[in-house]
């Protein structure tokens, strides 16, 4: 600490020297510092006044530069003013322009606009707060222009809705009329040079080439046709749905606008597909219907060329294919419940019309001539059964008489209507009667007009001739086996038809068996196919009449039968009668009387089928009048009713003999009455020795009697009751022939159950 104190004693004794070494030279220096200040305060003094007089002088000048420098500003000011200007000024104007464009509903221009204002305009003044405004407003504009055009897009497809049927109607009508050719034109396209014309409703006519390709012929100066052909555009303003494809394009919002277009229209296509309920009654129900599809049809295929992508090929054939099935089920729906073969009929070229003219916009209708031939079928069934009502008609009212000819007219007249020739009647003089009755010539032409009815339905149908003539010979197999077969079945089970009409009936179905050939002929000419250079279906009309000719034999013999059975209910024997009358009962000779009358009706009849009748009516008889001996009912027989029941049969046997139809061999027909015969003989001859000893024997005399006949019939002659006993007298008188009685009896009761065992 000392050293520290000694130290700083030190450090301040050089300071105060240092401090008295230089005192007198800040004396000095402060001294002059006085002596300037007094000068300083005198240029000081100067200056002022100096400055004070400049500024005095200056004021005026600073007072023109700032005058100068103002102008300069404002000047500059300007400058620039008018460079915004121009630059705003067209941006003005474009939105100006806007403003009328949409006005003006120039919708797309107006999007034009929009585009370059955004693009070009806008950008060089957006610092300005009405660009800003204007740039704010234009997403705002463009979706009123949307929903603008979109109104207009609902409002078309409104009136395309509305005017589809027109459309439709225009577009079927010039089809039909392309379908008119002359023969030269249909010679040409059998050269395969033909070139098609498929009018559409696009202001030009596609033509189909041979070879498939399609051409575009502009027909404004070429048309020679006196009416003026009416276009997709004369009917349909289309103008709103390009408005509003250019519209979304531009926006680019296409593909909404394509989505929504195809949703309507396939709801559209829904609704154009939904038939009125009772479409099926007019034709004029199935044409709306096709008109609408038609013309819905048209206008896609007019959208489709007319925009690039708006519908495609594909969503149209989707639509079609949609369509052409819904169409087909409605048609098979609607068809069915027609029963107007004239209806059906109109149905059918509808449907020919609607296919060609869709056809000629390239849509596939192949299904459609398929559905013709279902719709065919049913055109058959209505024509069938208005033809059954016809026939029926014709039977009812037919005489079944043979056809009489006063005079050489008369006889040419029904030659004419029908193919008839028999060289003997035309050898006889008139009067004549012709086999048939009226009803063959009448049948003849109905199935003649059938032919002609089927060969309607033929026609358009882009068949071949053998085809159509493959169809013709078809149906008219179908009107002969089934509509005229079943009207004469039915004809011969009706109840009023006797003998005399069912030998008439088989006659008459002779001759229509012959005719068939000339049928085939008329189908042949009528569609030029020769029969022998293509295999064609052959008509069966001949199994048609033969089975109809069989039946009515059938019923002939079964009409004799019920008619034998009628007069041989009349019978009334006196079982127990002790002799016969000596003469034939009553009822017998009233039958066989009526046999003959009966078999004398049958000499226009193949010899075969009155052989038959005659036949059939004698076993009937035969097998009625032994039944009549076996009755169970019948309890006692006498010897006297064995003797009339053989005088009856003995009137039988001569009927037989007699030939009531020609043709028998021999004693043939006798044959029938063989068992009753050799069964009376037996009884009235007692000879049972002989029956015994040659039973089974082939060369016995009773060979037809059966034990068990000859059995049942001596019982009831057996004495089984005292009372009324035949042999009560005699069994007093000869008790032996009474034992003989038994042991036949026994013999015959041992042959039966020999024969059952």
């Not at 660009?131 to 109104?151: G, V």
């Not at 079927?172 to 098609?196: D, E, L």
């Not at 039958?591 to 059939?616: E, Y």
């Not at 002989?690 to 004495?719: F, H, I």
Request: glycine share 4%; net charge negative.
């Amino acid at each position: 600490m000392e050293k520290l104190d000694a130290r700083i004693r030190n450090h301040d004794r050089e300071i105060e020297k240092m401090c008295n070494f230089h005192h007198q030279g800040f004396v000095d220096a402060i001294t002059e510092l006085l002596k300037v200040r007094t000068d300083a305060e005198k240029l000081m003094g100067q200056v002022t006044d100096t400055n004070r007089r400049l500024q005095e002088a200056g004021r005026e000048v600073t007072a023109q530069t700032e005058e100068v420098i103002r102008c300069r500003i404002q000047q500059r000011n300007m400058a620039t003013t008018v460079e915004k200007l121009q630059l705003c000024i067209p941006v003005l104007e474009m939105y100006s322009k806007l403003k009328e464009q949409l006005e003006s509903k120039r919708y797309y221009a107006a999007l034009k606009t929009m585009g370059q204002l955004e693009k070009v305009y806008i950008p060089r003044v957006s610092q300005y707060r009405f660009c800003q405004i204007m740039a704010e407003n234009l997403p705002r504009l463009r979706e009123e222009i949307k929903e603008i055009s979109m109104s207009d897009l609902k409002d078309f497809l409104e009136s395309i809705r509305k005017h589809s049927d027109k459309v439709g109607e225009t577009a079927m009508r010039q089809a039909q009329q392309h379908r008119t050719f002359n023969s030269a034109v249909a010679k040409q396209a059998s050269m395969g040079h033909y070139t098609k014309p498929v009018y559409s409703l696009n202001g030009r006519t596609h033509t189909h080439t041979h070879n498939g390709l399609m051409m575009d012929h502009d027909t404004g100066d070429e048309e020679e046709a006196d009416e003026e052909i009416l276009t997709a555009q004369d009917l349909v303003d289309f103008s709103p749905v390009y408005r509003c494809l250019h519209i979304y394009t531009v926006l680019g919002d296409r593909e909404t606008f394509e989505n929504y277009y195809r949703k309507q229209r396939k709801k559209q296509a829904r609704l154009v597909l939904q038939p009125q309920a009772n479409m099926h009654e007019t034709v004029e129900g199935y044409r709306r219907y096709f008109n609408q599809i038609v013309g819905f049809f048209v206008v896609e295929d007019h959208i489709l060329h007319a925009t690039r992508g708006l519908v495609t090929r594909a969503f149209t054939d989707e639509l079609w294919n949609m369509a052409l099935s819904k169409i087909i089920a409605v048609l098979r729906t609607h068809s069915s419940y027609c029963d107007d073969p004239d209806l059906v009929l109109e149905l059918k070229n509808l449907i020919v019309i609607f296919a060609d003219t869709l056809q000629g916009y390239g849509f596939p209708v192949n299904r459609l001539f398929d559905l013709l031939f279902e719709v065919r079928d049913q055109y058959n069934e209505t024509l069938l059964k208005k033809w059954a009502l016809v026939f029926r008609e014709i039977f009812e009212l037919d005489n079944y008489s043979p056809i009489p000819v006063e005079t050489e007219e008369e006889y040419k007249l029904v030659v004419s209507r029908f193919p008839f020739h028999d060289a003997e009647i035309e050898k006889q003089d008139f009067p004549k009667k012709l086999p048939m009755s009226q009803s063959v010539p009448q049948i003849y032409t109905q199935v003649k007009e059938f032919i002609y009815a089927s060969l309607k339905f033929s026609e358009s149908l882009h068949r071949s001739s053998t085809e159509i003539d493959d169809m013709l010979r078809k149906s008219t197999n179908l009107l002969l086996t089934r509509t005229l077969s079943s009207c004469l079945q039915n004809l011969i089970k009706k109840p009023h038809i006797g003998l005399t009409e069912l030998v008439q009936i088989i006659i008459n179905t002779t001759h229509l068996e012959q005719a068939c050939r000339y049928l085939e002929e008329f189908i042949t000419n009528i569609t030029n196919v020769s029969p022998e250079t293509v295999h064609t279906t052959r008509l069966y009309g001949l199994s048609t009449f033969k089975d109809a000719r069989h039946a009515a034999e059938g019923e002939i013999y079964t009409k004799l039968n019920q008619k034998i059975d009628e007069f041989i209910q009349l019978a009334d024997y006196e079982w127990g009668m002790a002799e016969s009358d000596g003469r034939a009962s009553g009822y017998l000779m009233d039958l066989i009387n009526f046999l003959r009358s009966t078999f004398q009706v049958f000499t226009h009849l193949p010899g075969k089928v009155a052989q038959t009748a005659c036949m059939s009516a004698c076993k009937h008889l035969s097998t009625s009048l032994m039944q009549m001996l076996l009755d169970t009912e019948l309890k006692q027989i006498s010897m006297g009713a064995i003797q009339q029941f053989n005088l009856d049969v003995i009137q039988c046997e001569l009927f037989a003999s007699s030939e009531p139809v020609p043709g028998f061999q021999g004693d043939t027909l006798q044959l029938a009455f063989i068992d009753l015969r050799q069964l009376l003989d037996l009884f009235m001859v007692w000879d049972w020795s002989t029956y015994l000893a040659d039973y089974g024997q082939p060369t016995s005399k009773y060979l037809r009697v059966n034990p068990a006949t000859a059995l049942a019939l001596l019982e009831k002659m057996k004495d089984t009751s005292k009372k009324n006993n035949i042999f009560s007298q005699f069994r007093k008188n000869d008790r032996d022939k009474q034992k003989l009685i038994e042991t036949v009896v026994k013999q015959l009761r041992s042959l039966v159950n020999g024969m059952s065992s």
